[in-house]
């Protein structure tokens, strides 16, 4: 869900107000009734999680918005689960969100600020989602939306109105920073400055035995990391897939419709004339008479609007009607009783006095209804395949609600129920990596991820107007790591890579110590007495750095050589068990980027943009003190621990 309204929450200022509006929409999340204590009451939906002024958050919409930032989460990290997203911060960083978006909105309406309803209203029709294939708001869209994410109209309407408030508040908030210049040098320095070393990789494989570890040895450790081998929620999904059309053989418009239809359009197939016509307009009758002279005399139209310093409009086939309604209807009688390659009489419009050149006269005859019948049945029938294929999807979700389940629906509508393996949410299949499947998952899957265990079945929309779904989850199950039998042979690949990283930690610990002691790096890896790969130079500087940090490829030992002091040696730790580095920092040469303007003015813009966000932060702060924030501790500790499935 936070996926499919990201756009609506973005901060026009940067990164802190995006971070105070994610995750305000929440899906339907159903939370086991616990009592609560004092004033706040539970961790129902009637409880309280904070009172912001006027305002309450309440345990439901929390626990909603933390479950739904999850599943966003979930989305881009298939291994995450519930418990490690809570504890990891995630509770906390969605309640600040919804705390500071509360007081943001309850500060404004406390000094006057409102975000009327054509406003709401407005913000509401942009969203891509909402939008027929015409491009407009469509009521229907809205409305399916809506019920297929189980969102209540007045909770979108609340929470754009906050996003609103919001807008007209913090965007001035950080406006005008300024940096003094003395800031700004010593850090625009920063970026010319160079550094240059050695780096040495002591690797575990060095260090490895082949010995097979003992069994108890093993099972402690896959104890202890079991983690790291843990396998991401997965669901089974029964589905049906439908289209329309398999309306196409069932529904016919009946005769009575056929000429009904072609009695209401009876002015359409009439016999009719249009005229291709390239027309000036002049701002006196006298001027126009003098213009359509000379086309009569054999000037080119264009010849004789240029000669008076105007141009041509090229008007193209026209019917009277249309003409009339776009200029007047005496400029209408004059065009269409000019005779073919002829000019047309002066005739007033509220632009002025037009001239028209008669380029093509195209006489089209009346047609019958058997001439037109073929093309009024295949217009009827689009618009009630259409009608009918959307009945159906409302008939089902009506059914569904009232309780139907998947199987009673398939059987009425003759559908076949296919099932998916269990899969994770990114629609892989660990038991099998060859596995891929139906395009059409990609527009399920989302769907059928953010459904609780006893959510009603759903009717997913694949092709706008064209194809639908009805799906089910059939089986969860929930994160947990493989038996160890499983996967033995790479948790006894771990064991060994770890126990030999501790010794290599030992040996690069070691040749760390000599370079202190005044070796050099080269001389201490020959003496460490096991084979290692040759040392590297190094050089770079913080812009190299720089650039490398925005295309996600600077190697971690790089990263710390720029944050040693000269003359001194470290180790850091390999990824994945690999070994250990040392890196040896030999010479830094400090820029200067005084003369530099080109940095100093991107220094500067990004001081205050920092500066900017800063000034929100305390504004937000300071919304906070005058409103007044007080959180339910008790609420909010039982609805923790019930995300995390504690008692």
């Known amino acids: 869900m936070i996926t499919f309204f990201r756009n609506i929450f973005a901060s026009k200022i940067g990164l802190f107000l995006t971070m105070c509006f994610v995750a305000l929409i929440a899906i339907a999340f159903a939370s086991a009734d616990v009592t609560g204590s004092g004033a706040f009451g539970g961790v129902t939906g009637s409880g309280t999680a904070a009172q912001i002024g006027e305002s309450k958050l309440s345990t439901s919409e929390l626990s909603q918005s933390v479950n739904n930032a999850f599943r966003a989460e979930q989305r881009q990290n298939t291994g995450l689960d519930l418990k490690t997203y809570v504890e990891g911060g995630g509770f906390d960083s969605i309640l600040d969100r919804l705390i500071n978006s509360f007081v943001i909105a309850d500060f404004g309406r406390k000094y006057g600020m409102t975000a009327g309803k054509r406003l709401v209203d407005g913000e509401i029709a942009s969203i891509p989602s909402f939008q027929g294939a015409d491009g407009q708001f469509s009521e229907e869209n809205f409305r399916r939306a809506l019920q297929q994410q189980g969102i209540k ?17 913090l965007t001035v908030s950080g406006f005008g920073a300024s940096v003094p210049q003395k800031l700004v040098t010593p ?19 060095a260090f490895v035995e082949n010995v097979k570890p003992a069994d108890a040895a093993l099972a402690a450790y896959y104890s202890q990391n079991g983690s790291r081998y843990t396998i991401p929620e997965r669901r089974s999904i029964s589905y049906s897939l439908f289209s329309k059309d398999r309306f196409n053989e069932t529904i016919k418009p009946t005769e009575k419709e ?3 239809q072609y009695n209401l359009d009876k002015a359409r197939y009439a016999a009719s004339e249009t005229r291709n016509i390239d027309q000036v307009i002049l701002p006196t009758e006298a001027a126009a008479q003098a213009l359509a002279d000379k086309v009569a005399d054999g000037m080119s139209i264009g010849a004789a609007a240029d000669s008076v310093g105007l141009s041509v409009a090229e008007v193209g086939s026209v019917s009277k009607g249309a003409l009339a309604g776009t200029a007047s209807q005496a400029v209408a009688d004059a065009v269409f009783t000019a005779a073919s390659g002829g000019v047309s009489q002066p005739a007033q419009s509220a632009l002025g006095w037009h001239i028209a050149k ?13 001439q037109v019948r073929a093309q009024i049945v295949a217009e009827l029938s689009r618009e009630k395949i259409d009608q009918a294929l959307a009945e159906l999807t409302v008939t089902m979700e009506d059914e569904f609600a009232a309780g139907s389940s998947l199987a009673d629906i398939a059987q009425a509508e003759e559908l076949k129920i296919e099932s998916t393996p269990m899969l994770l949410a990114n629609g892989q299949n660990p038991d099998d990596p060859n596995y891929r499947p139906i395009p059409e998952m990609q527009r399920i899957l989302p769907v059928a991820f953010s459904l609780e265990e006893d959510s009603d079945p759903q009717v997913v929309e694949i092709i706008p107007g064209q194809q639908y779904a009805i799906m089910d989850v059939s089986k969860i199950t929930a994160a947990a790591p493989p038996p160890l039998k499983s996967i033995e042979q790479i948790v006894a690949r771990d064991y060994i890579l770890e126990e030999g990283s501790k010794k290599a930690k030992v040996a690069a610990d070691k040749i760390a110590e000599q370079i202190s002691g005044g070796a050099t790096l080269s001389k201490a890896v020959a003496d460490a007495g096991v084979r290692l790969p040759a040392v590297e130079s190094v050089r770079s500087s913080r812009a190299d750095l720089a650039r490398q940090s925005q295309q996600g490829q600077v190697p971690p030992p790089l990263t710390l050589m720029f944050s040693m002091a000269e003359g001194t040696a470290k180790t850091l730790k390999a990824p994945q068990n690999q070994g ?19 940095l100093l003015a991107a220094t500067r813009g990004q001081f205050k943009q920092v500066f900017g966000n800063e000034y929100t932060e305390q504004f937000i702060n300071a919304m906070r003190a005058d409103v007044g924030v007080e959180k339910n501790d008790d609420a909010l500790t039982t609805l923790k621990n019930q995300l995390v499935g504690r008692n």
């Not at 008669?358 to 058997?370: D, F, G, K, T």
Request: proline letters at 3%; glycine letters at 4%; hydrophobic letters at 40%.
């Open 580 to 598: 250990w580095f040392v890196v040896n920092l030999n010479n830094i040469d400090p820029g200067d980027a005084s003369e530099r303007e080109d």
């Open 358 to 370: 008669v380029n093509e006269v195209q006489n089209v005859a009346a047609q019958s209804l058997e």
């Open 187 to 205: 850090y625009a320095s920063l970026l010319l400055e160079a550094r240059q070393g050695q780096i040495a990789i002591v690797p575990s494989a």
């Open 258 to 260: 056929i000429e009904g």
């Open 153 to 169: 109209e007045q909770q979108l309407r609340d929470d754009f109105t906050r996003n609103l408030l919001a807008d007209q508040l």
